[in-house]
Nanobody
Framework: QVQLVESGGGLVQAGGSLRLSCAASGRTFSNYIMGWFRQAPGKEREFIAALNWSGGSITYADSVKGRFTISRDNAKNTAYLQMNSLKPEDTAVYYC?????????????????WGQGTQVTVSS
């Protein structure tokens, strides 16, 4: 079992930056693919970014490519999402997720563990 706890959300003006953290506890963190998803009111949860254990394989959604950066520190059992040039349409609850395996995937159903989410609000 893996427990994931997100932090770092908040209110920011358009054009600003935030860094989200996802602290993992339980089984060996480095064995897990880590991903970030978000869910805006009235919308389905969507994929944002994911990376493998080494960070050598990374995938981003087109909507955040060039603005967001996913990373991880296996020694600290923590994954990060650096968000720059934020837009009002980035407003959502952001979730980190984990799955065992070696292949990065964008499919929500393939992730086994989820955090409770952290709210990000971008004002115009």
């Amino acid at each position: 079992q893996v427990q994931l706890v997100e932090s770092g959300g908040g209110l920011v003006q358009a054009g600003g930056s935030l860094r989200l953290s996802c602290a993992a506890s339980g089984r060996t963190f480095s064995n897990y693919i880590m991903g970030w998803f978000r869910q805006a009111p009235g919308k389905e949860r969507e994929f944002i970014a994911a990376l493998n254990w080494s960070g050598g394989s990374i995938t981003y959604a087109d909507s955040v490519k060039g603005r967001f950066t996913i990373s991880r520190d296996n020694a600290k059992n923590t994954a990060y999402l650096q968000m720059n040039s934020l837009k009002p349409e980035d407003t959502a609850v952001y979730y980190c997720a984990g799955r065992r395996g070696i292949s990065v995937t964008t499919e929500r159903i393939r992730y086994d563990y989820w955090g409770q989410g952290t709210q990000v609000t971008v004002s115009s």
